[in-house]
């Protein structure tokens, strides 16, 4: 195989300078890239760049919970060498006390954040897509669905209403339903393209998926029979698209909470954060505290006050949801002191 034929069926897989520019010339010479198209407990599937899937059993240095679908590995044909660096990662916090990171998806370059033309659509629901998207390091894209039907307002003002959230990101008002529409959104499922979905349940994203891939996508586990008897496995999460791109669809990945994105907040309230810097105390809650600079936007009408209100919620939500493990452990044991202070109380009030 010449070098110019791997280039280019590695850039079907999704590979460009970036990876390219990890590899020494002795693992350019040696070593495969592959991209992972499952993560299961103990084994990955990889692509090739000619597409041929190869099952690669975990052992060593390499486990699940450092694997991502969508990741770029070198491997000697049998084993994975070595992981490469991420260009995107979205990752969401895995239930449980031991607050930790569990990997959802690598290396997409879009997320499709996905509502309706009705009472689906919420500014805060939008918001904290995009600010995971924006984390993430991925291209944010607004896709409203239903447009053949909308509820309430005409189409146009949904479409407003989004704009007017994020100006980086471009807006479609689509229906899923209608291969035409659906050809609108190719320009991001092109050859070497990666694409994910969110959003809430019945918003169509299988629809859309079903258009972009001609697939039934199945997300959640399925149950499957064997000799040995039921077991559960994944779902094959990464789907060609009609248009030569990837589809990413992951269990977790639709309906994804907010953690660790205070940057992604800081970049889509980019006024109000610099605003807030500019406030007398630095601890500024922006409530009542006199010299508050959020205050006076919002009395001069600078600042839309709702809008300000739902920065609040999602940093809040993004501080809780990203306590770090010593933090959560810290909050036990502050917990259980205040338990026993409480006992004590009790006692000497009970004269023990
Ligand atoms: N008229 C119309 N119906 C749509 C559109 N998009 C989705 N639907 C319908 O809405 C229903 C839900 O769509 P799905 O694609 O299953 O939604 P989903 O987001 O995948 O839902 P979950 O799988 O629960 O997350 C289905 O009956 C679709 O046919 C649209 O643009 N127009
Ligand atoms: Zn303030």
Redesign the pocket.
Known sequence: MTQDTTSTDLKTLGWSQFFTSQLSIEELETLTPMRLSEVRRRSVVALSAGLDRLDISLTGDHVATDMAVGDFVLSDGERIIRRLDRRTLISRRAAGVAASAQLIAANIDTLFITTSCNTDFNEARLERYLAIAIEAEATPVIVITKADKPEDIPVEAYVDRAKAIYDQAEVLAINAKDPADIARLEHYCGTGQTLALVGSSGVGKSTIARGLTGEDLDVGDIREDDAKGRHTTTARSMHRMHAGGWLIDTPGMRELALHDAMEGIGTLFEDITDL?MT?KFSD?Q?RT?PG????AAIETGELDEPRVERWRKLMEEDSRNSESISEARGRGRKFSKMVKQAKKVKSVKRGE
């Open positions: 807030a406030c500024c922006h505290e508050c600079a959020i205050r």
